[in-house]
């Protein structure tokens, strides 16, 4: 578990990053995307869980609860994330088919 800062120079700027989950989808809030040349590069992960946003235990968070505490935080957020908890596409990597490929699109034009 880790507490990161993020710091915007304007509340136009956005954070940089997508959000998915929440209470109403069943599913901890988590850290979708995270957008180059953003406030979140480098801070956030793709995976990353949301345990907290501010003092909001974001268990409890619809999703578009957490998405307006996000906005409106101002110019710096603070986020409670448990890194890497959900894994970014670097952990699907190592991952290969048991049996042969069923699916080869080339094969079809």
């Not at 992960?45 to 268990?59: E, F, P």
């Amino acid at each position: 578990m880790a507490v990161v800062q993020i710091q915007r120079s304007n509340v136009a700027e956005p954070w940089g990053f997508r959000l998915q989950g929440g209470r109403d989808f069943s599913m901890q809030l988590q850290v979708k995307k995270v957008l180059p040349g953003t406030p979140a590069e480098g801070r956030l992960h793709q995976g990353d869980a949301i345990l907290a946003i501010g003092n909001h235990n974001a268990q409890q968070l619809s999703h578009m609860q957490a998405h307006q505490l996000i906005r409106n935080a101002g110019t710096t957020l603070s986020l409670t994330v448990a890194k890497g908890q959900y894994g970014g596409m670097d952990r699907l990597d190592n991952i290969k088919p048991k049996g042969p490929v069923k699916f080869s699109p080339w094969r079809h034009q």
